[in-house]
């Protein structure tokens, strides 16, 4: 797999099952893991319940897929966006596919997507299943990549006695920070990131309401923080602590 920057990425919507506002936000999260060779998005576009999305396909080059809806109640657009993953799989000319839906019926496609050795980013509501999420090598929920006129995340910010509440954040940190601490219990920021990622596919601070990683594990005064300058070049680097490791 050539390097983060650089992957060469095939975006597939499901446009039933996704919202036009979210497409500057979603394309822009795409860019930081590569770069989208292929856009296409799939439905029935000679109704009107898309016409959302025929507004904003032309702006950023998204070529649109007619699948028609043969029977009523069956969602054909799976169908063709299934097909044309592994028609595009089998071309080698990819690095890691872009699956953006709410639907559960493309766990199995992202699990062999994977299997071929390739990434899997997955976008989807918050109601996305379980399975599809868990199939993914990173899942974004499209909640937070809604447009908004500032920079500032699209999720309220939980306070910090929310956080201390949510029995699966507080495990997943300090488990993390514990596969990532040295033997004075001290671990890169950045390594416990990385952790994090390995164990949820759908963790994303910005789900908290929170821009960055430092700011959530801040915010739950659950963890000492301290800067340090390291390196030849003396960069600066974030290093966390579980309090409860006096």
Known sequence: MTDGQTQKLAVLI?????QPSIVEGLLAEIAKFGTANVKRIYGDWTGFHLKGWKDVLLLHSIQPIQQ????VG???????MIIDAMD??????FDGFCIVSSDSDFTKLASRIREAGLVVYGFGEKKTPEPFVSACDKFVYTEVLVSREDDRPSIKRKPTNELKQDTK?????RNAVEASSDESGWAHLATVGSNIAKQSPDFDPRNYGYGKLGEL???T???????RIVGVGQSKAVYIKDKRNK
Do not use: M, P, Q, S
Not at 68 to 71: A, E, L, N, S, W
Not at 88 to 93: A, G, P, R, S
Not at 221 to 227: A, G, R, S, V, W
């Open 221 to 227: 005064k659950l963890f000492e923080i301290e800067e």
């Open 68 to 71: 028609f809806r043969y029977t």
């Open 169 to 173: 954040l507080v495990n997943l940190l």
């Open 88 to 93: 595009l799989l089998y071309t080698n000319k």
């Open 74 to 80: 069956k969602n054909a657009t799976d169908a063709a």
């Open 217 to 219: 594990v801040a915010a």
């Open 14 to 18: 499901d446009a039933d099952n996704a």
